[in-house]
Every structure is written in structure tokens, then in C-alpha cells.
């Protein structure tokens, strides 16, 4: 939800406390669906993708991500959660 500065206020200005913003943009912007989660603590953070059981990353998905990382200089993690 911190793609959208109208509905989620809050949690799209906390991008600004790590990233500039022309990263921002980059990230919110993109025709690309980021990553599900942005975790942060103090220094920390870090993206979260999460796919629900045989779901699978897209190559678009794949690629976005590693541009993110190399971009943004943050990891991006897929978990996988099984309904079982």
C-alpha cells in the first residue's frame, strides 16, 4: 500500500526517509507492480513479495525486482505461503 500517496499517506512519505525522490518515483511509478511490503527498522529495510501456493514471479516481476535491488540498493525477498 505505500505505492499510493493519495489513499496511504503515511506509509508512502516513509519512503522518503530512505530513498530520494527521484527513487520514489522510480519505484511508485513504474508501469511495474513493486513489491508487497516495505519493512523498515532504524537503518534497516527491505522489500517483500509474497505468492500464496503455486503462484510464481512473472519475468517482468523478476526483472523489476532486480532493478529495484540494483537501483534502490535493497533486497527484494518472495516468500511463499502454502495454504496447507
Known amino acids: 500500500k505505500y505505492r499510493s500517496h493519495k489513499t496511504h499517506e503515511r506509509k508512502y ?3 522518503f526517509d530512505y530513498y530520494s525522490a527521484e527513487e ?3 519505484l ?3 508501469k511495474h507492480q513493486p513489491p508487497d511490503l516495505f519493512v523498515y527498522r532504524g ?3 527491505f522489500f517483500v513479495e509474497v ?3 503455486t503462484d510464481i514471479l512473472s519475468k517482468s516481476q523478476r526483472k523489476f525486482f532486480q532493478e529495484i535491488e540494483r537501483k534502490l540498493r535493497s533486497k527484494v525477498y518472495v ?3 502454502s495454504g496447507k
Request: hydrophobic residues 20%; proline residues 0%; glycine residues 0%.
Open 79 to 81: 516468500y511463499h505461503l
Open 24 to 26: 520514489v518515483d522510480f
Open 43 to 45: 537503518k534497516h529495510h
Open 13 to 15: 512519505r516513509k519512503l
Open 28 to 30: 511508485t511509478k513504474s
Open 51 to 53: 505468492k500464496r501456493d
